[in-house]
């Protein structure tokens, strides 16, 4: 069994910075991509940010320059460090992961964030 385990959500400020963290723990496969996707209410879950084992990383446009997502612990946690936030990044953010082998995608439970002065 695989989990998700996100931390590092909360309230900042336009302009402001946070960082979100993600741990995996289980049996995961070696060829894998981590990242991680937002869900705004009312508004579909969205893409934001993906890191393969491989080094490809990867940004929806409305973050590049501002979001950077890495990855250590061999592989199994997965950071995004947000840098001058946004109103319009406020959503709920969740930990992802598709194991290339088994073909199979996890999630995280959500973690908020929130950007309001």
């Known amino acids: 069994q695989v989990h998700l385990v996100e931390s590092g959500g909360g309230l900042a400020q336009p302009g402001g910075s946070l960082r979100l963290s993600c741990a995996a723990s289980?049996?995961?496969?070696?060829?894998?991509?981590m990242g991680w996707y937002r869900q705004a209410p009312g508004k579909e879950r969205d893409v934001v940010a993906l890191h393969t084992t491989r080094g490809s990383i990867n940004y929806v446009g409305s973050v590049k320059g501002r979001f950077t997502i890495s990855r250590d612990n061999g592989g199994r946690t997965v950071y995004l460090q947000m840098n001058s936030l946004r109103p319009e990044d406020t959503a709920i953010y969740y930990c992802?992961?598709?194991?290339?082998?088994?073909?199979?995608?996890?999630w995280g439970q959500g973690t908020q964030v929130t950007v309001s002065s």
């Open positions: 289980g049996s995961i496969s070696s060829n894998n991509d």
């Open positions: 992802y992961l598709y194991d290339r082998t088994n073909w199979f995608e996890y």
